[in-house]
Nanobody, 126 residues
């Protein structure tokens, strides 16, 4: 089992940057594919980015591709999401998630993830 705690959210002007962090408990962090999702007001939770267990493979939603970078440090049990050129439409609660034991590779589906953090709010002002 793994517990996840996000940090790094806040209020930023359009065009600015933020780096989100997600600290995981437990000694098996490197065994989990890790993802970032977000949920805006009145919207469903949507995929943002995913990183493989080793960090060697990543994928991004089209809406953030080219502006965001997901990375991980398995020695520190932490996954990061660097977001640049932020837009007002990036405003959302951002969640990190660890893929569950039955992970089938459909990284864009929230149902593939068995563990979730509490979320961190990102607000981008225009």
């Amino acid at each position: 089992q793994v517990q996840l705690v996000e940090s790094g959210g806040g209020l930023v002007q359009a065009g600015g940057s933020l780096r989100l962090s997600c600290a995981a408990s437990g000694r098996t962090f490197s065994m989990y594919t890790m993802g970032w999702f977000r949920q805006g007001p009145g919207t469903e939770r949507e995929f943002v980015a995913v990183i493989s267990r080793s960090g060697g493979s990543t994928n991004y939603a089209g809406s953030v591709k080219g502006r965001s970078t997901i990375s991980r440090d398995n020695a520190k049990n932490t996954v990061y999401l660097q977001m640049n050129s932020l837009k007002p439409e990036d405003t959302a609660v951002y969640y990190c998630a660890a893929a569950g034991i039955s992970y089938s590779g459909r990284y864009y589906l929230p149902s593939e993830y068995g563990y979730w953090g509490q979320g961190t709010q990102v607000t981008v002002s225009s």
